[in-house]
């Protein structure tokens, strides 16, 4: 079985930053996206940012220019820095990841539980 953990959400005041780490452990052999979305109150899932098995990244509008997201092969991670925060952006953030667990095997999504994020004075 594969298990994401999220860490990093929390409290922080508007103009500030925050680090958001998802690591992946278990039967793991190749990984294809890696993804943050997120979920604000009374609001549809987002994605928020997305990095491929080839290093390209996409970002929704609205964070573009804050956000980046970044992974570590060797520790099966993903990253989200997350700067200049709104209180828009407050939200659950979820990691999404795309993967194999066997060298020819099907591509297999794996969700972890949400980090929340409030960004407040």
């Known amino acids: 079985q594969v298990q994401l953990v999220e860490s990093g959400g929390g409290l922080v005041q508007p103009g500030g930053s925050l680090r958001l780490s998802c690591a992946a452990s278990g039967s793991i052999s190749s990984f294809n996206a890696m993804v943050w979305y997120r979920q604000a109150p009374g609001k549809e899932r987002e994605l928020v940012a997305r990095?491929?098995?080839?290093?390209?990244?996409n970002f929704v509008d609205s964070v573009k220019g804050r956000f980046t997201i970044s992974r570590d092969t060797a520790k099966n991670t993903v990253y989200l820095q997350m700067n200049s925060l709104k209180p828009e952006d407050t939200a659950v953030y979820f990691c999404?990841?795309?993967?194999?667990?066997?060298?020819?095997?099907?591509?297999?999504?794996?969700w972890g539980k949400g980090t929340l994020v409030t960004v407040s004075s």
């Open positions: 990095i491929t098995s080839g290093g390209t990244t």
């Open positions: 999404n990841v795309q993967l194999r667990k066997t060298l020819f095997g099907s591509l297999v999504d794996y």
